[in-house]
């Protein structure tokens, strides 16, 4: 699996937030509940988010969570540095310490090059882009965002 599930659910939560009108801020209940997620969970998630700095977050009435930054500014890296890291994409595939171009492993010329692809998805997928096949996919389904 390319994401841990708490990434999976930081994507999700952070692509509804994408959805919303801007400047709106959003209660972590009503995130939960459309993103089918327990609220302590999504709770954890949206502050480990706001530490980030891809949430902000405001208490009290009329307070909630919304994006730090424009959708537009937010790649699929790093959200999943905040929650997986992204040192898988440049270890050995079998794990030796010292695996390069110039002393590879067995694995170095087939791993690669799909790491680096996926690197590239990764810096090159935006929230924007994640909003917009979401609301798509919606669309197809019948289904709102409530």
Known sequence: M????SCRHG???LSFLARQPEGRLT????IADAED???PFAS???LDLVKAGLLRSTRGPGGGYGLAKPASDISLLEIKEVFDGTAELD???????KC???????????FMPIRRSIRQYLEQTTLEDMAAATERK???LGLTDG
């Open 44 to 46: 954890k998630i949206l």
């Open 100 to 110: 390069s171009d110039e002393a590879p492993c067995p694995l170095h010329e087939f």
């Open 27 to 30: 209660l972590v209940g009503d």
């Open 138 to 140: 919606r669309a197809l």
């Open 37 to 39: 997620m327990p609220r």
């Open 11 to 13: 994507i999700r939560a």
């Open 2 to 5: 390319l994401y841990s599930k």
């Open 91 to 97: 270890a050995c595939a079998v794990g030796l310490d």
